[in-house]
């Protein structure tokens, strides 16, 4: 690969249509917020196409599951894969059980919450032990700048 071609990967910021938009924290966490948010309504357009017998809501699952996994590369660039997927899996899931429970009347039960509440704390975890590990980083590279070498070359 050329150093053109790996500069332009490596770089701040990620060209979307007519510009670029700057690659801050604040802009990945919105970005992922956004594909989350995605991701619910994607999700309960499933539930509204019946199997997909409803064209509207049908189009939306693959309007706004395009729009999710068009932003989460983007998020993937400054925040973990670890850390990402597990909180637009999480926040995901608790949206969606919301919609189900207050749009689709749903029935809460203890178990339901239970789970729901044990998804949330693990995120969290992850989201600490993200802290803890930039606190304490030793300097060795977990497949860092290798892992993307190797990726490259695949």
């Given at each position: 690969m050329s150093s053109e071609a790996t500069n332009l990967l490596s770089d701040s910021t990620v060209p979307i249509a007519f510009g670029c938009l700057p690659l801050t924290p604040v802009a990945s966490w919105c970005l992922l917020l956004t594909a989350i948010t995605a991701e619910v309504l994607g999700t309960s357009c499933m539930k509204s196409s019946s199997g997909f017998t409803y064209l509207l809501p049908s189009l939306g699952i693959f309007l706004f599951y395009g729009i999710s996994f068009t932003l989460l590369p983007v998020v993937m660039r400054t925040i973990d894969l670890s850390i990402t997927?597990?909180?637009?899996?999480?926040?995901?899931?608790?949206?969606?059980?919301l919609l189900g429970f207050g749009y689709f009347g749903e029935k809460v039960t203890t178990f339901k919450i239970g789970g729901i509440a044990i998804i949330l704390v693990g995120v969290a975890m992850l989201k600490y032990a993200e802290g803890i590990?930039?606190?304490y980083d030793d300097g060795v590279d977990e497949g860092g700048e290798d892992g993307k070498r190797m990726m490259m070359k695949l």
């Open positions: 997927y597990a909180i637009w899996s999480g926040l995901g899931t608790f949206g969606t059980a590990d930039q606190e």
